[in-house]
Structures are given as C-alpha cells and as structure tokens.
C-alpha cells in the first residue's frame, strides 16, 4: 500500500500530499521529523538503520525519523513512528527545525522542513527489525570524535542535526 506524506513550502505550510518514494525520487519539499533521545548520563541512543531501508541502509542515525500522515500533526506521528522502530514512548519535547536538500543512495534524495524533537529514556528499545539492525547509546564526545574520523558511517540528516545541538 502506497504511503502519502504531506507536501510543505519553505514556511511549513501544507500545499499537498505526495507518494513517499515519488517525492524523495523528485526531492519534493515535504514535512518530516526526527527524534533524539538520551538517557540520565547524557548519552545519546543512536539507530543503526536496517540494510533493507529504502535508502540509508546500514548507516548509524538518530533514534528516529519518519513523516507526518495527510491529517496528522506532527508530534503525534513522532510518538507513533518512536513506538513502531524502537518499541518505547516517552515525552517528547520540539527544540528547532530547519529545511534541508542533500542527495542520498538508490536515486533518492531528503529534501525536508524537519521539525527535531528530544527525549529522555533510560530502559532497551524492542526493535522493529524492518527499520533497525541494532541500537546503542554512546556519549556526545565519542560520538563527536566517531563522526570526524567515520562520517561515511552516518546519516546526512543525523549530521546536518548534530550540528545544531
């Protein structure tokens, strides 16, 4: 079954729907949302995308990532998407957005007005294994010194964020 995400301006105004893999084929602006979590040490749980991803397979990301259906907001399709890859819920709480374009692999391309939310959780997710292959926490300076030395290793999207927290 077709999956239809929600076509965006530059101001986050809705001004149509799109297939998903259609609007990421044509880098159609869409709204989208990323999550990131940590736990009471600070450390911050990261995704390793499962290989079969439509794109990005096998890449180390935020806890989370996904798009608002026609009709739902934002937030709420944060919670939802957390709950079906990693198994949890938890307060989450907006701290910025932005849009940004970068091309990715299988002839996709992200070009997204991303809404970024945070979270605290201290337990083990139950992964999805159709969205992720593994998890781990890890602290913000390894993490810091992993992307520098690896950042093949990493999302685009992850790193565009992580330049921002």
């Known amino acids: 079954m077709a999956e239809f995400v929600i076509l965006v301006d530059e101001k986050d105004n809705q001004i149509g729907t799109g297939e998903k893999l259609d609007t990421h084929r044509k880098a159609s602006l869409h709204r989208a949302f990323s999550i990131f979590i940590y736990n009471k040490k600070g450390e911050m749980m ?19 990532c996904g798009h ?16 079906e890859e990693m198994g949890f ?12 374009k970068v091309p990715l692999d299988k002839g ?10 945070k979270g605290t959780f201290d337990g083990v997710p139950k992964l999805n294994p159709e969205e992720a292959d593994d998890w781990k926490w890890i602290s913000m300076n390894d993490l810091r010194e992993d992307m520098k030395k690896n950042p093949q290793n990493y999302t685009p999207w992850f790193k ?6």
Do not use: D
């Open 89 to 100: 819920e938890c307060k989450l709480t907006k701290i910025f957005e932005y849009i940004y």
């Open 46 to 64: 990261l995704q390793l995308r499962a290989k079969t991803k439509y794109h990005g397979g096998g890449l180390w990301t935020n806890v989370c």
């Open 160 to 165: 565009l964020s992580m330049e921002r927290i």
């Open 68 to 83: 608002p259906r026609p009709g739902e907001a934002v937030e709420q399709a944060a919670k939802r998407r957390l709950m």
């Open 108 to 117: 996709m391309n992200e070009h997204e007005f991303l809404h970024v939310f």
